[in-house]
């Protein structure tokens, strides 16, 4: 037999090995896609994705707390007042400087802008209602500074959300948001 004669002639035998692999393969597939399939999140789970909020009803001074993914949500419309406070506030006064604003860049400023819905909507206030010291809940407009009070251990927050005095190393998150209309915010 010389090296010319070394070719691959195709056979029957050829066709079954391939046959065996390919259905080898489906069958791997089937049996593994179960397992797979049930990693997905459920509907309840996608449903709890986003939230929207129907903000009309409330005026300035005004608050509401809605729920988004197990944790609850404060919505807060400032009086002119509030954010004349807040806006005041030098960033060196702050025990976070950082806006921890989910819509920002992580590194934006904590100044009053980036931490309310933004220019033109200043007065509306959307933030992740649990205290970054233990995770307990604040009482709304209440403390020092007029914010928000965590009794269990006593952080105070200010009219922004804002870290102000207390165990508490970071300010209030601001979760994905935006208004869809006039008069609704979608959370997520």
């Given at each position: 037999?010389?090296?010319?004669?070394?070719?691959?002639?195709?056979?029957?035998?050829?066709?079954?090995?391939?046959?065996?692999?390919?259905?080898?393969?489906?069958?791997?597939?089937?049996?593994?896609?179960?397992?797979?399939?049930?990693?997905?999140?459920?509907?309840?789970?996608?449903?709890?994705?986003?939230?929207?909020?129907?903000?009309?009803?409330?005026?300035?001074?005004?608050?509401?707390?809605?729920?988004?993914?197990?944790?609850?949500?404060?919505?807060?419309?400032?009086?002119?007042?509030?954010?004349?406070?807040?806006?005041?506030?030098?960033?060196?006064?702050?025990?976070?400087?950082?806006?921890?604003?989910?819509?920002?860049?992580?590194?934006?400023?904590?100044?009053?802008?980036?931490?309310?819905?933004?220019?033109?909507?200043?007065?509306?206030?959307?933030?992740?209602?649990?205290?970054?010291?233990?995770?307990?809940?604040?009482?709304?407009?209440?403390?020092?500074?007029?914010?928000?009070?965590?009794?269990?251990?006593?952080s105070q927050y200010d009219?922004?959300?804002?870290?102000?005095?207390?165990?508490?190393?970071?300010?209030?998150?601001?979760?994905?948001?935006?208004?869809?209309?006039?008069?609704?915010?979608?959370?997520?």
């Amino acid at each position: 037999m010389s090296a010319t004669d070394d070719t691959h002639d195709p056979n029957r035998r050829d066709f079954l090995y391939i046959a065996t692999g390919m259905a080898g393969v489906v069958g791997a597939a089937s049996v593994a896609w179960p397992f797979i399939d049930q990693m997905r999140p459920d509907a309840s789970t996608r449903a709890l994705a986003s939230v929207e909020v129907d903000v009309s009803s409330l005026t300035p001074g005004m608050s509401l707390t809605v729920k988004w993914r197990g944790k609850p949500v404060f919505i807060r419309n400032r009086t002119p007042e509030e954010v004349k406070a807040a806006q005041e506030v030098k960033l060196d006064e702050l025990k976070d400087p950082l806006a921890r604003n989910a819509n920002l860049a992580s590194d934006a400023p904590a100044n009053d802008v980036d931490r309310s819905a933004g220019k033109g909507k200043e007065n509306w206030l959307v933030m992740i209602g649990v205290c970054t010291h233990l995770g307990c809940i604040p009482l709304g407009q209440q403390g020092d500074f007029g914010g928000w009070f965590c009794p269990c251990h006593g952080s105070q927050y200010d009219t922004s959300g804002r870290i102000r005095r207390g165990p508490a190393p970071e300010n209030m998150a601001v979760p994905v948001f935006s208004f869809i209309s006039d008069t609704k915010i979608r959370v997520g």
